[in-house]
């Protein structure tokens, strides 16, 4: 059978481009401004019919912090990076989808005006994240209307002004949940209770104490969502603690699924890119392990804050510059593997003992709550870099600054991100000799935390 794609390629339509960007979030678009100043004829796609990311439809404020170094409402910030794509002359396409690869590689999009091949020197996928729905959470029962994700909530309320409903429940206590919350109350819901599987809530008390203000919500914790009622639309969910395996019903007639993210990394598999994990596997210099292609923002680090994302995106502009003024691509590197209770580590590939990583961090997640301890970046039994950490939460986000004094063997294997509970102990085999790396990371972390050791 001859697709339309097939037609358009066999007619020889190919849009060539030096570089091309997927996606126009904050990552893509960050990734954009920084390539056109550094005059490359750069073409970005959006599926969406506004540029932005999860930032349109996002009202409370706080973006634009270290990127823009003001703080900006989500729908400005959205705004802001929009209109210097344009003025910067990117070749924006909007209501655009990528879709599939051609065997020669072209990129096939499709659009209200038809299909198109795009020929790229290098590629960004910046697809950025979405929230695990409930099909995903495998929360069976019937399959009413009301159910919903915060980034659907949010379209729903800013971007269409639809009605939302009556009563709901939020599921998740991370930073999310509670703009959920926020959105809810501020469009006349009222919210039944907040419910997470996890013990205790995972986002910060000031978040907490501006979403409950004075409305005393009731938080469930090590609570699952065992069950959603309701025909036409939702009436109740059946809620069971965790640790009691009591049941009981709270009625509503809206679900709120929070968190849980995923990386948008259909694309990536479709190439296919290496993946490490749920992210494309990339370097410190966000180059995947084909070359020619990048990616950047929450499709490696799910899920960032937008001024990270698009500070990933700058860095990811450089990489391509110098990839297109000289081709070169690292073929050695050294793995860096994530360690339990660690979920994933970024970025998950080492090729050079001199460049770093955005902003010089690592950045991972953990599983469940963990107290006092030391996450310790380890080779060949060789402890190479170790923080101390009072508390680790799951849900949030985690950074480990690296000295620019640290020193990876490319050649020795792979480096595993570990967590060891208990006192900090010096890099290499000499247990009782202290290190002056080791000390210099100690007292940045204490100035970080503000208040000392606890």
Known sequence: MITPAHRAHRAGIVRQVDALIVGGGPAGL?????????????????????????????????????????????????????????????????????????AEGHLITTSPSGVQHWAAKAVLLATGCRERPRSARLVPGDRPAGVLTTGTLQQLAHLFHLPIGERAIVVGAEHVSFSAVHTLLSHGVAVAAVVTDQPASQSYALLRALAFGRHRLPLYVSTDVVAISGS???????????????????????????????????????????????????????????????????????????DVCALGGRHAAR???????????????????????FVWVHPSRLTSTRERPTRGRLLTRVRHFLGPGVIELVQADRVLHAVRRHRLVPNRSISVALPASLRVDLAAGPVELRWRPGALRPPGNDLSVPSPVLQVGVQRERRRQGNGWP
């Open 319 to 341: 990489s391509i510059v110098q990839y297109l003024t000289y081709g070169e691509w690292p073929d050695d590197g050294a793995e860096l593997l994530a360690s339990d209770p």
């Open 30 to 102: 960050a990734a954009s401004l920084a390539l056109r100043d550094a005059g490359v004829h750069v073409a970005l796609i959006e599926r969406e019919r506004s540029l932005g990311g999860i930032p349109r439809h996002s009202r409370h404020t706080g973006y634009g912090v270290r990127d823009l170094h003001r703080v900006l409402s989500g729908p400005a910030y959205a705004a802001h990076y929009a209109t210097l794509a344009e003025r910067a002359g990117v070749d924006i396409h909007l209501t655009t989808t990528a879709t599939d690869w051609s």
């Open 232 to 306: 036409e639309r939702v009436r109740a969910v059946e809620l069971e603690d965790r640790r009691s395996r009591a049941r009981w019903s709270v009625p509503c007639d809206t679900v709120v699924f929070t968190g849980g993210w995923v990386p948008d990394y259909e694309l990536a598999r479709t190439r296919p890119v290496a993946m490490a994990g749920p992210h494309p596997r990339v370097d410190q210099w966000l180059r995947t392990a084909r070359p020619g292609f990048f990616a950047a923002g929450n499709l490696v680090h799910a899920a960032e804050p937008a």
